[in-house]
């Protein structure tokens, strides 16, 4: 499975983005799709979540700003951003789970700044 991720960019703070990240290969296996984010000098984090059922999960530090979307064939995975502030700032990742690995894009940076 390849992943390239698109919309990245700069915004203002309280502004919105909206990220998607498009799968191709053997996307018949994707189960679970996520997007991690990591900031300048800490850890990759995982920002959002979307399982094969449909089920959403959020780090707390998002929940009610950010939303995840999955489109039906799950070749295509959204992530809405809204009132964006600078602790968003980070390069976006997205992430992929098959039953037996899983798989990472490229990553789009993202710059929350006035």
């Known amino acids: 499975v390849q992943l390239q991720a698109f919309g990245g960019g700069l915004v203002q703070p309280g502004g919105s983005l909206s990220l998607s990240c498009k799968a191709s290969?053997?996307?018949?296996?994707?189960?679970?799709s996520s997007w991690y984010r990591q900031a300048p000098g800490k850890q990759r984090e995982l920002v959002a979540e979307?399982?094969?059922?449909?089920?959403?999960n959020y780090a707390d530090s998002v929940k009610g700003r950010l939303t995840i979307s999955r489109d039906n064939p799950m070749t295509t995975t959204y992530l809405q951003m809204n009132s964006l502030n600078a602790e968003d700032t980070a390069v976006y990742y997205c992430?992929?789970?098959?039953?037996?690995?899983?798989?990472w894009g490229q990553g789009t940076l993202v710059t929350v700044s006035s």
């Open positions: 979307i399982t094969s059922g449909g089920t959403t």
């Open positions: 992430n992929v789970r098959t039953w037996v690995r899983e798989y």
């Open positions: 290969g053997n996307t018949f296996n994707i189960r679970d």
